[in-house]
């Protein structure tokens, strides 16, 4: 049986389909900056911090990193409020997305901190420097331009993640998409525009990136 496409349907709602690229975009630029900073934090206490914090922080990683991102947003949203913490849907998301990428960021930063040269540390003691300002100052930028790739990858796997919020009504794409397809049953258009513009998003997050660690990180020394 012949199938007839028909986008023309979907111009009725352009502004649906920009309120959920604009929440996308919204998502993942909080959750993204927010995420990254969470798995400095815990990179940081696994390979640099008290004895003592490890074990907390490693649970933490492993239980997020083991568990479906899904679970983690319906606990955030449905089970805090049980426990008297009231989050609007939004709230609720960034939040998932904070936790679920700050563990995943964490073992990537980490593998770059612990690639890097041990007379960098030693360089950094040899200063009078504490453990945080040697990790600040010495160790952070150039284990992050190691991992940066890695983590800009990341960073677009939990932009694709987000499509999952809208099971607790979050207004992003999906939820754009999911909506359309209900009023016009035109399921391959909706679904179609949806996947085009989650690949114009991966491909503006991945160049946001590389912008960012072209103006972060110095340009390598070529050797003549």
């Known amino acids: 049986m012949a199938y007839s496409f028909d986008f023309s349907a979907l111009g009725d709602y352009v502004p649906v389909i920009a309120k959920g690229v604009a929440v996308t975009v919204e998502l993942i ?3 993204g900056v927010l995420g990254v900073m969470l798995g400095i934090a815990c990179a940081w206490a ?7 914090l ?13 568990t479906p991102f899904l679970i983690q947003l319906f606990f955030i949203f ?3 409020p049980a426990a008297g913490f009231s989050l609007t849907e939004m709230q609720a998301a960034i939040l998932a ?3 679920n990428l700050g563990a995943y960021a964490c073992e990537i930063i980490r593998a770059g ?3 890097t040269p041990r007379g960098q540390f030693e360089a950094g003691a040899s200063l009078a420097m504490s453990r945080l300002q040697t990790f600040r100052h010495v160790v952070l930028i150039p284990a992050l331009q190691k991992i940066w790739p890695a983590l800009s990858s990341q960073v677009v796997i939990v932009m694709f993640g987000s499509a999952v919020c809208s099971q607790i009504s979050v207004e992003e794409l999906t939820f754009a998409a999911n909506f359309i397809q209900s009023r016009t049953f035109r399921a391959f258009e909706a679904y179609i525009l949806a996947t ?8 503006l997050v991945r160049q946001v ?3 960012i660690g072209a103006l972060v990180f110095p340009r390598r020394r070529i050797a003549r």
Do not use: C, D, H
Request: net charge positive; charged share 15%; proline share 7%.
């Open 29 to 31: 630029a909080v959750g």
């Open 54 to 66: 490890r074990p907390p922080v490693s649970a933490y990683v492993e239980l997020i990193r083991n």
């Open 113 to 115: 901190i612990e690639a």
């Open 78 to 80: 449905f089970g805090l």
């Open 97 to 99: 997305m904070v936790i």
């Open 209 to 211: 990136m590389r912008g």
């Open 196 to 203: 085009v513009l989650y690949l114009l998003l991966a491909v």
């Open 46 to 52: 696994k390979t640099q911090g008290p004895r003592w």
